[in-house]
């Protein structure tokens, strides 16, 4: 079962990075809306009907040898650091001729608050390897500022300043985890510190003044994980993901100029978290 459920997650993974037609990142945000909530429902909806199949009283009366494994599931929340670097604004439909195709250059955003929950499985047989279902929420200013605009025209502006915006970002995402143990002892045997990557594919919603977007992202992560006692833990741990060509409507540069936007988002998040562990419903 645990070879089936590791398969799965890898299908899942390869089946949305692997749609039919253009890019993920390149389709629309009702398609990309109506392709991504059925395979966070599967992913979600599989995990916990494994999870409490391999816990019933049944399974657990047969003594199966993964209750003796290193193995564990947990919960964990964290907050932090979240950070935006300067990106440029791509001027695109309804904008006037002077704008449309030109961008605004290194537009800059105000440092943001985030906070996040997860729940995730490292497996028995492989305590090394695990997967975890994350969500996270920042919200981040726009401070009114002056930007170049490029490429330079003769016949419309070159410079331009805007308006003081926001934009707030949710995101879902599941990672695939590889994790390292040190200071093994008998309470936690894999190790009571951890340091652990890795690597997911999430679903983001960016929500403007005027206007949300709905795209694909890739995530990275690292991170180091110290067990207080067998059950709780702390962590740090930087995550990093990007978005590709997010495309906002009804963007207000000034009074008389209002369009869709273009841009791309790469996030930093550094964060510090707790997380509670567990091997089944009855808390041994």
């Given at each position: 079962m645990v070879r089936l459920c590791q398969g799965l997650i890898v299908l899942v993974i390869i089946a949305s990075l692997c749609l039919p037609g253009s890019p993920a990142y390149a389709l629309s945000g009702d398609r990309i809306l109506q392709l991504t909530v059925p395979v966070i429902g599967i992913i979600g909806t599989s995990t916990i009907a494994y999870y409490l199949w391999k816990n019933s009283p049944a399974q657990r009366a047969k003594g199966y040898p993964e209750n003796l494994g290193p193995g564990e599931w947990y919960v964990a929340a964290y907050s932090g650091l979240s950070y935006l670097p300067e990106a440029d604004w791509k001027f695109y439909q309804s904008f006037s001729p002077s704008l449309k195709g030109?961008?605004?250059?290194?537009?800059?955003?105000?440092?943001?608050?985030?906070?996040?929950l997860k729940f995730g499985h490292f497996f028995d047989s492989l305590p090394w390897f695990g997967f975890e279902l994350e969500m996270n929420f920042s919200r981040h200013a726009i401070p009114k500022q002056e930007v170049s605009i490029s490429p330079?025209?003769?016949?419309?502006?070159?410079?331009?300043?805007?308006?003081?915006?926001?934009?707030?970002?949710w995101a879902l995402q599941y990672n695939l985890l590889?994790?390292?143990?040190?200071?093994?002892?008998?309470?936690?045997?894999?190790?009571?510190?951890?340091?652990?990557v890795g690597i997911g594919h999430g679903f983001e919603v960016l929500y403007g003044t005027t206007d949300s977007a709905k795209n694909f992202s890739l995530a990275a992560q690292a991170g180091l994980r110290y067990m207080l006692t067998k059950k709780i833990a702390m962590f740090w741990e930087y995550k990093f993901s990007h978005q590709f060509e997010v495309e906002i409507e009804k963007v207000a540069i000034t009074p008389q100029e209002k369009g869709t936007i273009s841009v791309?988002?790469?996030?930093?998040?550094?964060?510090?978290?707790?997380?509670?562990?567990?091997?089944?419903?009855?808390g041994n």
């Open positions: 030109r961008s605004a250059q290194n537009v800059c955003y105000d440092p943001a608050v985030i906070g996040g330079s025209s003769a016949g419309g502006p070159n410079k331009l300043t805007l308006p003081n915006y926001r934009i707030y970002i590889a994790r390292y143990g040190f200071l093994k002892d008998k309470e936690v045997p894999f190790g009571r510190l951890q340091p652990y791309d988002v790469p996030h930093h998040r550094m964060v510090i978290g707790i997380s509670y562990h567990f091997k089944n419903l009855f």
